[in-house]
């Protein structure tokens, strides 16, 4: 039996962890968890924790460890992640989240930690311009010179800005990731287990990067 892949997927929000996450996960045959995907299932379902975790994302702000890493540890308990893995994506976002998670991963740890570095600014302009299918939560850029409403070329949604992607939510985000996030990098290295990624460039490019970085996890 092929060997489980168990990754976590660091990076600013905008870096293309999503779309490589996604491309891992085909590459890999291991389950691509995002817990931001987790989290806006949860506030569609507009149950009293959707509604909770709704006005926490509405600030820009981080939903608390505690409800975080309870939802995490499910989800790697499922089956396709015990036998297969993981592309984790999201989480953990501080250092006590990270300290938790290896905890509750003992049995079956983390084998490599990927930062994905793509420079503020640049995540920035590219966040600004992001709107999302409401429907099927496709991703597109803003041009200025879309029609409005502007239909899903996918499945026929409505395409908005989320109302997280304002550049006052996402600069929030971003000192968030710089100040709680950025201390993670130093807790994945002192462990050995973290591999820096340049985010720059095509998608083919970084993901051949990835996959190097990836392949380098069965030299050990
Ligand atoms: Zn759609």
């Given at each position: 039996m092929a060997h489980a892949v168990r990754i976590i997927m660091l990076g600013r929000?905008?870096?293309g962890k999503g779309t490589q996450c996604v491309r891992l996960a085909d590459e890999f045959g291991a389950p691509h968890i995002s817990t931001g995907e987790m989290l806006r299932a949860a506030v569609r379902k507009d149950s009293a924790l959707g509604r909770a975790v709704k006005a926490v994302l509405d600030k820009g702000e981080l939903v608390n460890d505690e409800l975080m890493i309870s939802l995490v540890q499910g989800r790697i308990g499922e089956e396709d992640a015990r036998m297969s893995g993981y592309i984790l994506d999201?989480?953990?976002?501080?250092v006590a989240q990270a300290q938790a998670f290896d905890h509750i991963s003992e049995?079956?740890?983390?084998?490599l930690v990927i930062d994905l570095e793509v420079k503020r600014d640049l995540v920035l302009s590219r966040l600004s311009s992001r709107r999302t299918c409401e429907q099927c939560q496709a991703n597109y850029v803003a041009t200025?010179?879309?029609?409005?409403p502007w239909t899903c070329e996918k499945c026929g949604g409505t395409v908005v800005q989320r109302a997280d992607d304002t550049p006052e939510a996402i600069n929030h985000r971003l000192d968030l990731y710089d100040a709680m996030t950025s201390p993670l990098i130093s807790y994945y290295k002192d462990q050995n287990k973290l591999a820096v990624v340049d985010g720059l460039g095509t998608p083919d490019e970084v993901f051949a990067r990835l996959r190097t970085a990836v392949a380098g996890i069965k030299n050990r």
């Amino acid at each position: 039996m092929a060997h489980a892949v168990r990754i976590i997927m660091l990076g600013r929000q905008g870096a293309g962890k999503g779309t490589q996450c996604v491309r891992l996960a085909d590459e890999f045959g291991a389950p691509h968890i995002s817990t931001g995907e987790m989290l806006r299932a949860a506030v569609r379902k507009d149950s009293a924790l959707g509604r909770a975790v709704k006005a926490v994302l509405d600030k820009g702000e981080l939903v608390n460890d505690e409800l975080m890493i309870s939802l995490v540890q499910g989800r790697i308990g499922e089956e396709d992640a015990r036998m297969s893995g993981y592309i984790l994506d999201g989480f953990p976002r501080t250092v006590a989240q990270a300290q938790a998670f290896d905890h509750i991963s003992e049995v079956r740890p983390t084998d490599l930690v990927i930062d994905l570095e793509v420079k503020r600014d640049l995540v920035l302009s590219r966040l600004s311009s992001r709107r999302t299918c409401e429907q099927c939560q496709a991703n597109y850029v803003a041009t200025g010179a879309e029609s409005s409403p502007w239909t899903c070329e996918k499945c026929g949604g409505t395409v908005v800005q989320r109302a997280d992607d304002t550049p006052e939510a996402i600069n929030h985000r971003l000192d968030l990731y710089d100040a709680m996030t950025s201390p993670l990098i130093s807790y994945y290295k002192d462990q050995n287990k973290l591999a820096v990624v340049d985010g720059l460039g095509t998608p083919d490019e970084v993901f051949a990067r990835l996959r190097t970085a990836v392949a380098g996890i069965k030299n050990r």
